[in-house]
């Protein structure tokens, strides 16, 4: 497979390309295999599992919230709901994301969704030089920086989330 030969991730490659980030638009990666953890990714590009920038998608009163995720975090719908005003916010299912994003859960990218999606970029993302997020494939995967997914997806910098344990 290759960035081409799947909509979500030329979807994803062009919505880079289009927002000046040609550079990471050229550096899509597709992996032999499905990395839909943090860990699985991280394992693949020999990088920390804190440099994976997990796409999180929530409902937050019933709208789409897209929380990017140091891969070392764990969200907390509560810090969410305080950051955005929310009455209540909860993991969206299957067919929320898919419908809010047009990709599937374990490749779900920061861009090159139907519509731009509230974002919330996790700040603990900010201490790696390059973090690699999801390019709309489960098997693919592209590099940026913390500037750059702020950036990208209009987002709000925020402490979004707690440490694993």
């Known amino acids: ?14 919505a880079l390309a289009e927002a000046g980030q040609q550079e990471a638009a050229e550096g ?3 992996l032999p295999a499905e990395v839909r953890t943090a860990a699985q990714a991280a394992e693949a ?13 929530f409902r937050a009163d019933g709208a789409p919230l897209l929380a990017l995720t140091s891969g070392a975090h764990r969200a907390r719908t509560e810090t969410l709901a305080a950051l ?15 419908e809010h994003t047009g990709q599937t859960i374990g ?21 790696y030089d390059v973090i690699w997020a999801a390019a709309g494939h489960p098997k693919s995967v592209f590099p940026t920086t913390f500037d750059e997914l702020v950036a990208l997806t209009g987002g709000q910098a925020a402490g979004v989330a707690e440490a694993r344990p």
């Open 1 to 14: 497979m290759s960035s081409s030969d799947h909509p979500a991730v030329a979807k994803v490659a062009a």
């Open 28 to 30: 899509i990666r597709i």
């Open 45 to 57: 590009l020999g990088t920390e599992v804190g440099a994976i920038a997990n796409s999180l998608v």
């Open 84 to 98: 955005t005003g929310a009455a209540h916010v909860e993991m969206a299912d299957p067919a929320f994301v898919k």
């Open 107 to 127: 490749g779900v990218a920061p861009v090159g969704h139907p519509a731009p999606l509230r974002t919330l970029v996790d700040t603990a993302l900010r201490r």
